[in-house]
């Protein structure tokens, strides 16, 4: 992937040239206009403009359903969104938002989308957080990687790694590992933390091995979309272009739902069981199950 270099707090803007500038004429700028980095000269013909999180639609259908059309190979990254779309700049997200109609209506139509900037890397590599919803309860995150094409505002060897609803395994952010490789994160609930002794099994498996080992604490660990704890589950490259998940990770900075009593002895139960690095990786996991089983019983006392 190359090195990469962590962007925070700006807005990507891709710069539409001409031929003879070749591949990587691009740049980032904040959205106070003060340049954050550049990566390659862009001559007075370039015109910087937005990414638009509408053409990464096609990317996101395919990532949540089985019937939609196979995604393009590559897409381009500007004027996507429908004219009767609404387009703002928030932070260093970009948010589109699409009604047509009302519910119950035959032409009823409701999306709404977001993308920021991630990682960039010095040789045109992008990973780009984005988020997906269509006017119900679930927003559906993803973490796209690709490469910026030599014209224009396009991307390419685009890979595509889908993330749940929010706290149920939404992707959590980005950032760079030790070796400069591409680390996701994923939320996890409480209700997460407590199944995680039982993560190879079926989740119906899981739910009666849950009741069984756990008791009353298994029905009382919060579990919704809005029910975020204090530790993740993280991945790492798995050396094909993919993730993989290498283990939970507490963070001591994060802002959990919840601080009730269960949750705070199941987020140091993560804690308590990390290694070195601070991860519970397939090393720690034996250590993770017991201390789990103590906060069920302090729950059943």
Known sequence: MGRLVAIGGVLIVVAVVGLF???????????????AEKVAP????????????????PLLDVSVSPDAPEAPARISLVDCSPEDAETEIDGD????????????????????????LALMSDDG?????????????????????????????GLSDIKVHAFGDRCNGGLGGTRLGADS?????????PWDI??????????????????ARFGEAFGQASSCAICCSAVT??????????L????????????????????????????QAAGADGLVEAGEQAALGPLIDVCAQEMSN
């Open 233 to 242: 589950r993280e991945y790492g490259p798995d050396g094909q272009g993919g």
């Open 194 to 211: 407590m199944i995680e002794p039982f993560a190879d099994l079926p989740f119906d498996a899981q739910w009666e091995a849950g009741k």
């Open 21 to 35: 500038l070749g591949f990587g004429a691009y740049f980032v700028e904040d959205t106070e206009g003060a340049l």
């Open 181 to 189: 490789d591409l680390i996701a994160s994923a939320n996890m609930t």
């Open 244 to 271: 993989i998940a290498v283990g939970l990770r507490y963070d001591p900075g994060a802002a959990p739902s919840s601080e009730d009593a269960l949750t705070v002895c199941l987020e140091d139960a993560v804690r």
């Open 42 to 57: 862009a001559s007075d013909e370039a015109k910087a403009v937005a990414i638009d999180p509408a053409c990464l639609w």
């Open 93 to 116: 997200w970009i948010r589109v938002s699409l009604q047509r109609g009302e519910p119950g209506d035959a032409d009823f139509d409701r999306r709404y989308s977001g993308v920021r």
């Open 125 to 153: 590599r992008l990973a780009l957080e984005a988020y997906d919803n269509w006017g119900g309860s679930g927003v559906f995150g993803s973490l796209i990687t690709g490469r910026l094409r030599s014209q224009g505002g």
